[in-house]
């Protein structure tokens, strides 16, 4: 069973970039998974933002599109959400999840980002 | 772009009667990518449902979904305690999106 955990910073300026680290155990990030993030604004309801595998291919949500970057680094076992040129619309508590199948098996506890100077 | 749409936002019940929660889908889709999940307070969400119908290994068989083209529903058969949370309807293409959740609460 594979195990996530996201870190980064809990407050990003506006206009700035938001960086997250999901470090992966249990499972190898080059297997037949996608790594995937989710948001969840507070009191509010799931958001996909996108999807990377070890090879480099990337899905993202078209309402990010322009600012979202996933990456995946094989020899730490880790994947990356890069979000630029952030607003308070985008605070949130930032999930990163195992994707097999397109079933979203295995997820992080989350990390509240805020969005604030 | 797909939109999810479900219904009702909340709702009110009781422990041991039927849930009956809808997902309408902006355009038909498949149902090979058609998800259902569940997120219970301060925890992140977990898969229940896949293919629209299948149920998730483990996942108790009180739970059911159906459906296919722009409608699909989710039943659960009698309420136990733990069932209590928000769903979240989900498709998954080439892009995915969730629906905006419905609150299953006591009454």
């Known amino acids: 069973q594979a195990q996530l955990q996201e870190s980064g910073p809990g407050q990003v300026k506006p206009s700035g970039t938001l960086a997250l680290t999901c470090g992966v155990t249990g499972a190898s990030i080059s297997s037949s998974s996608w790594w995937t993030w989710v948001r969840q604004p507070p009191g509010k309801g799931l958001e996909w933002v996108g999807e990377?595998?070890?090879?480099?291919?990337?899905n993202y949500n078209p309402s990010f599109e322009s600012r979202v970057t996933i990456s995946v680094d094989k020899s730490k076992n880790q994947f990356f959400l890069k979000l630029t040129s952030v607003t308070a619309a985008d605070t949130a508590l930032y999930f990163c999840?195992?994707?097999?199948?397109?079933?979203?098996?295995?997820w992080g506890q989350g990390i509240l980002v805020t969005v604030s100077s | 772009e797909i939109v999810l749409t479900q219904s009702p936002g909340t709702l009110s019940l009781s422990p041991g009667e039927r849930a009956t929660l809808s997902c309408r889908a902006s355009q038909s889709v498949k149902k090979t990518f058609f998800f259902w999940y569940q997120q219970r307070p301060g925890q992140a969400p977990r898969p229940l449902i896949f293919?629209?119908?299948n149920r998730i290994s483990g996942i108790p068989d009180r739970f059911s979904g159906s459906g296919s083209g722009t409608d699909f529903t989710l039943t659960i058969s009698r309420l136990e305690p733990e069932d209590f949370a928000v769903y979240y309807c989900h498709y998954h293409d080439r892009s995915a999106t969730f629906g905006q959740g419905t609150k299953v609460e006591i009454k």
């Open positions: 990377a595998y070890h090879t480099g291919r990337v």
């Open positions: 999840a195992k994707s097999l199948d397109k079933v979203l098996w295995s």
């Open positions: 293919e629209a119908s």
